[in-house]
């Protein structure tokens, strides 16, 4: 497995068509991947000597389907930019689920800042690594999400916990809007074709962004928080909004627009369109939901 490190040397980015926008769900794919400390999960920062768990959040136009991976994890040699190694893989997964992950124990002797886990996940198929032309691929010619991922070392007390969306309370168009396992459309929220410009609503407890310092600055830093919208129809009319560091209120509202697909894009059904939201504060922490709803 050392072996494979060099591929993924090179900046980790998704195949995607250029023809999509960003926020499209239109194929399976990878939209971020979640370090919980498995003795408390709300934490993102392992310690030296701790074990982790990398999750890797995926997101799908209809069923999910059955992951493939290879996921390798090595001390970095940065904590940002190119996932570069300083050392030999400790840890690694060549497996397949729903859910891609590796668990790692982070050595107790580590000298990084970070560790950096590489690797390749196919939705179809079973990675291929080419170690003459350092790429991947999946063995039946779909192609693959290869992936990059920073794992900071908590360290003399100083950690960082996820953000929470998941208990966030959600709006559409200014109703109460719950999280569904429902396969159709069934009980959803019904937004009529053509909608322009709906309004998809959340707002985050103030006391889950931390404060923080960095490195030979005594100044208090609050964290802000990176919302990341993504639909499988329909156009997001912002990639990003964000919370900002200088606010101060005790929940703190974001709200993002979403246009629904034209009346000639929809079945007599109607079509149900799944939204995952991601949020990051930016210093590894990550957290992520989904809602959904029917268009008609």
């Known amino acids: 497995m050392?072996?494979?490190?060099?591929?993924?040397?090179?900046?980790?980015?998704?195949?995607?068509?250029?023809?999509?926008?960003a926020t499209?769900?239109?194929?399976?794919?990878?939209?971020?991947?979640?370090?919980?400390?498995?003795?408390d999960p709300h934490r993102a920062w392992p310690a030296p000597g701790e074990t982790a768990t990398v999750t890797w959040i995926m997101a799908s136009p209809g069923t999910a389907p059955v992951y493939s991976w290879v996921l390798a994890a090595c001390p970095a040699a940065t904590t940002e930019g190119f996932p570069i190694c300083a050392g030999p893989v400790f840890a690694h997964?060549?497996?397949?689920?729903?859910?891609?992950?590796?668990?790692?124990?982070?050595?107790?002797?580590?000298?990084?800042?970070?560790?950096?886990?590489?690797?390749?996940?196919?939705?179809s198929g079973t990675p291929i690594v080419d170690e003459t032309t350092f790429t991947a691929?999946?063995?039946?010619?779909?192609l693959p999400d290869e992936v990059s991922e920073h794992i900071f070392i908590a360290y003399e007390g100083v950690t960082n916990h996820h953000p929470n969306i998941v208990d966030a309370p959600f709006t559409l168009a200014g109703a109460a809007w719950s999280e569904t396992d429902a396969p159709d459309?069934?009980?959803?929220?019904?937004?009529?074709?053509?909608?322009?410009?709906?309004?998809?609503?959340?707002?985050?407890?103030?006391?889950?962004?931390?404060?923080?310092?960095?490195?030979?600055?005594?100044?208090?830093?609050?964290e802000e928080l990176q919302l990341s919208?993504?639909?499988?129809?329909g156009d997001m009319v912002e990639r990003y909004s964000y919370v900002e560091a200088d606010d101060t209120r005790d929940s703190s509202p974001v709200v993002v627009e979403w246009t629904a697909p034209s009346a000639d894009e929809i079945p007599a059904e109607g079509l149900r369109v799944t939204f995952t939201f991601v949020v990051r504060d930016l210093r590894g922490g990550i957290d992520a939901t989904t809602r959904a709803l029917c268009v008609r």
């Open 2 to 21: 050392t072996k494979l490190i060099p591929i993924f040397m090179l900046a980790a980015t998704a195949c995607t068509s250029t023809l999509d926008p």
């Open 24 to 39: 499209l769900i239109a194929r399976d794919r990878v939209l971020g991947a979640k370090v919980t400390v498995d003795a």
């Open 93 to 123: 997964s060549e497996s397949s689920g729903a859910v891609p992950m590796l668990t790692l124990a982070v050595p107790a002797d580590v000298a990084s800042q970070s560790v950096v886990v590489i690797g390749a996940i196919c939705a």
């Open 137 to 142: 691929s999946c063995d039946d010619g779909s």
């Open 185 to 222: 459309c069934d009980g959803l929220p019904a937004i009529a074709a053509g909608t322009d410009k709906a309004l998809l609503g959340m707002a985050f407890d103030g006391s889950a962004r931390e404060w923080f310092a960095v490195a030979d600055d005594p100044t208090l830093w609050r």
């Open 229 to 233: 919208p993504f639909a499988t129809a």
